[in-house]
């Protein structure tokens, strides 16, 4: 059964193969067949090659459409200027970074201004690079209109950067393009080791295209970022401040919101305290509107918090000449160093918070040198004990004569307890005698202040001098991690209003010391002397005093400079020290009591003033005696 059905399945296939062939056979087409088929094969490929190349023009169309509707678009916006939006520079996000060994500097493509500035050197209070701009907290822009009236801002239009090198400095152009060879261009120029650096504003070609006769001016609007550990601290010495009228400096208000209008502005510092932003102009602006807000008060009030500290603001007129602008300036970031704003010789070391008049001579030609020289080779906070000594011998005269005053108002004390006794229902008389006794012995209540008094311009000097001293920031000593900074040595759970939420130590030293400096000096002073009729008890007042200054430097110093309050704990010891110096082993009383007793012995000639005084107390004395 099997061998048949092989056998038929053969057969089969045999004449399957034969019909197969057959029909190939009988239905091979024609040479004129074959011809025909393949001039349509020919026809075909020749229509797909024609669709083919067709396609690339059907895609580009729309595009060319889209650039099109683009280019009309930005010229109905920016008129002339629409050339600098078609530029590949055009492009949101671009910039360009320059840099030297102490500063980064970042310009944007757009707007063709700096929108990040890194101190290379420098770090904030929590270790992080010092930023004096970034993340928008500045906004450089110059408005203007254009011939066409147009009201253009260059803050929103793209700049082209070119870069190259000027010797060994980087410099960066940004050129506002209206064509090839019209523009605006800011041109920035970075010296190595230097925190200052050449910027350019100049224009080429564009007198036909500006309106002049509009008012060009130029804005800077900036925000304070903070840096320091304590940022009411910082703030308090953030400030902006401005030079005109070639030699006039001025401030505006550090405690709230303030603003001014001033002409022939020369330079202009956005200080954050221990960081400036400076602008510096050769050809001064005929007009500054010059604001600051205090941010960080308005942020406190709502009970906020704030990583910024003031915003400055400053609008400047730019004046064209023959229709073109040309101003050559500088811009400093970098610190507020008295002796790096100095060496620019350009007054910039007036935008210190150094004082007025003889404290500010005392700053800079005798504290900032002697610190400087001696923190060349000691640690910032034995430069400061040192320093203080220094003061403290210097002054050791004046003191010795305060107590040496001290010491004959003690002697004439009973004298004058006797003469007050002897005339208590005549005051005039009662005047009259003690005057006399004083004038005798040689003694006067005020030759014990006198000398008090020639103190308070060091004491003043000082006291502005620690908190801007930019050598003292991030230097430690003892338990203090920053003289600059306060020296916490215990964080409170809550905030006491105008001390803090943290305890310093030194400003708890330097109240302790200062009470029994007080107490043996001042207080003692007063304590010696009798209450005059008629006039106050300033023994009561300068024992509240004792009592009060000790509180006053504990509240308030706790958020100030460390070093300031360390300067003041030595200060008192060394006081406390010299005290008791002189009035045990220099000052003898008995010595003093044998000098005024000769010096009573002696005749003394009246003096012209002395004598008119006395006849007017006389006549004053008559007179009183004809109304009773």
Known sequence: MKKNFDTNSLIGMLLMGGILVWIIYFNKPTPEEIEAQKAAQTEQLQETDEDVVSLPVMDTTPAIATDSLSNIALQNKLGSFAYSGSLPSAKEGASTTIANDVLEVKVSNKGGYITEVKLLKHSTFDSIPVYLIKDGNSQFNVSFSTADNRNLNTKDLFFEPTLSKNGGNDVLSMKLKVSPSEYLEYRYELKEGDYMMDFGMKSQGLSSRLNTSNPMRMQWDF?????????????????????????????????????????DLVWMNYRQ?????????????????????????EADDRDEKTIFTKEYKSDLLLEAKNGEIDYAMQMYYGPTDYTILKSYDQGLDEAMPLGWGIFGFLNKYLVIPFFAFLSGFLPAGIAIIVMTISIKLLLSPVQYKQYTSQAKMKILKPEIAAI???????????????MALYSKAGASPAAGC???????????????????????????????????SYDEIAKLPFEIPFYGDHVSLFPILAAVTIFFSMRLTTGNQQMQQPTQEGMPDMSKMMKYMMYFSPLLMLVFFNQYASGLSLYYFISNLLTIGI?????NFIIDEEKIKAKIEVKKAKPKK???FAKKMQQMMEQAEQQQKGKK
């Open 450 to 484: 006198l000398p008090a008094l020639l103190q308070i311009p060091v004491f003043y000097a000082l006291f502005t001098f620690f908190p801007s001293a930019f050598d003292l920031r991030g230097k430690s000593f003892l338990w203090a991690d920053d003289l600059s």
């Open 579 to 583: 005290i008791l110096v002189i009035k």
């Open 606 to 608: 009246q003096g012209k």
């Open 273 to 297: 305290h221990f960081f400036s932003s400076m602008l510096i102009s050769e050809t001064p602006f005929k007009e500054a509107r010059l604001s600051s807000t205090d941010l960080y008060k």
């Open 223 to 263: 925000k304070g970022m903070r840096h320091a550990r304590s940022q009411s601290y910082e703030n308090r010495y953030t400030r902006l401040t401005y030079k005109y009228e070639e030699d006039k400096t001025d401030k505006l208000s550090p405690a709230g919101d303030d603003d001014e209008i001033e002409e």
């Open 420 to 434: 007050s006794e002897k005339h208590k229902d005549n005051a005039m008389k009662k005047q009259q005698e003690t």
